[in-house]
């Protein structure tokens, strides 16, 4: 932590799109860790790396903090709380691996924590050992409308899930591990699992598989794999027995339906027309430097912890198998 400022130091390793692409600082829309940083009160963007110091350099200019090409020589001089890992996939387990010697004190890694579930637990096993904590962006658990969602399910205030379903695009883990992850956010723990089909749009290793599976609060899910050479989709359905809720367009938008009396039919009810809801996911990684803080503050638990991202990258796992 800063002395002077009493801000907690973070660094961004990887200066791509979700590190610090998106936007710029003057822009209403938070869509990257550097302008999630600059802009929680509590925290301080001190650098960012990456293997080419021409983008670490343009990245470090519009985000006002030092560019560095040299890991080490950053970590050593930030000694930061906390580090967002924003690397392609395949670097994530070097990335944290490396990172761990320095023991920040929490580590913010996109999705997924690793490619495989042997790394995966192998990286949770490193973290506990140097009392490490793990952050993991799934980001629509960020989103207050999915947590406000959870809270309805865990008080039945629509009745039980009668069924539900999802639909995605470009691997199973990838970005399939979006939907699986709010699935055990929702529903709690898995039951049951069948995988019916699968498509290669991303990778041999990584398809993107259809499904029919159980959790503890919905006796049926059905997750459809479709091709991402075509378009891109994520939406998400939920039925329940006394209301429909769905979060489409890539969770950008949301829409509720409860029970009324048919206009036409009288004597049986109907779903009534759509209530649209603003959703929060523009807010996503605002919500979880805030949530961040909130932890090392020892006044919340995180959100999205190492356990979580096991949990969903087990689910995932199966499914590929």
């Known amino acids: 932590m800063n002395k002077i400022t009493n801000k907690y130091i973070s660094v961004i390793i990887g200066a791509g799109r979700i590190a610090s692409g998106f936007y710029d600082p003057k822009s209403r829309q938070i869509l990257t860790h550097a302008h999630a940083y600059i802009k929680n009160p509590q925290t301080e963007l001190f650098g960012i790396y990456d293997i080419n110091f021409n983008i670490a350099k343009e990245a470090a200019k519009k985000w006002n903090c030092k560019a560095y090409d040299n890991l080490d020589k950053m970590m050593q001089e930030a000694r930061p709380d906390i580090v967002s890992i924003c690397t392609p996939d395949k670097d994530h387990y070097k990335s944290l691996k490396y990172v761990a010697k320095y023991r920040p004190k929490i580590v913010i ?124 989709i994520i939406e998400f359905d939920i039925l329940f027995e006394k209301a429909r809720f769905r979060y489409y367009d890539f969770g950008f938008k949301a829409q509720i339906q409860t029970i009324s009396d048919d206009p036409i039919f009288k004597g049986f009810k109907s779903l009534s027309e759509p209530k649209q809801i603003k959703t929060q996911l523009l807010s996503a990684l605002p919500n979880l ?30 499914l590929l198998k």
């Open 289 to 318: 430097i805030k949530n961040i803080v909130a932890f090392l503050d020892k006044k919340e638990d995180l959100i999205c912890g190492a356990i979580d991202a096991l949990q969903t990258q087990e689910t995932c796992e199966k």
């Open 109 to 232: 890694c996109e999705k997924p924590l690793t490619q495989n579930l042997s790394d995966t637990k192998k990286i949770i096993s490193l973290y506990k050992k140097h009392g490490i904590s793990l952050m993991i962006n799934y980001s629509r658990r960020f989103d207050e409308v999915i947590q406000k969602i959870q809270k309805d399910i865990l008080k039945k205030k629509y009745g039980s899930i009668q069924s539900a379903s999802a639909i995605y695009t470009k691997g199973i883990l990838h970005n399939g591990s979006h939907i699986i992850d709010l699935a055990h956010f929702l529903f709690g723990g898995i039951k049951s699992i069948k995988a019916l089909a699968s498509i290669i749009d991303y990778s041999n290793k990584d398809k993107t598989v259809s499904a029919k599976m159980s959790f503890a609060r919905c006796p049926q899910f059905f997750i459809t794999g479709v091709n991402d050479n075509n378009y891109p």
